[in-house]
């Protein structure tokens, strides 16, 4: 009952996009739309592509660092030492 009262649909396309995990997805589009190059996996959420042999890489994730990871990684074990030597030397009034 619906559909008669809208009248006739636009013509579509149904493209097929495929993950990194095998997963194939294929979403309509608009026969005069601009299909895009990549499209979200509804399963996994991992990019997918329209090349069924190469897919998209999936995203590479960094793993979570604490404020010392990071401050390791701007400073040598040498500089934490003159550092600290230092503080403490201000801290027993030295300086």
Request: charged share 30%; with cysteine; net charge negative.
């Amino acid at each position: 009952m619906g559909e008669a009262e809208r009248g006739e649909s636009a013509p579509r396309l149904r493209i097929s996009f495929w993950c990194s995990n095998g997963h194939e997805t294929q979403p309509s589009f608009a026969s005069d739309a601009q299909i895009p190059e990549t499209w979200d996996c509804p399963r996994c959420g991992f990019p997918a592509g329209q090349d069924e042999e190469n897919p998209p890489a999936p995203p590479r994730t960094e793993p979570y660092k604490t404020h010392l990871a990071y401050v390791r990684e701007r400073r040598s074990a040498a500089d934490g030492e003159a550092i600290l030597a230092e503080a403490l030397a201000k801290l027993r009034g030295e300086i």
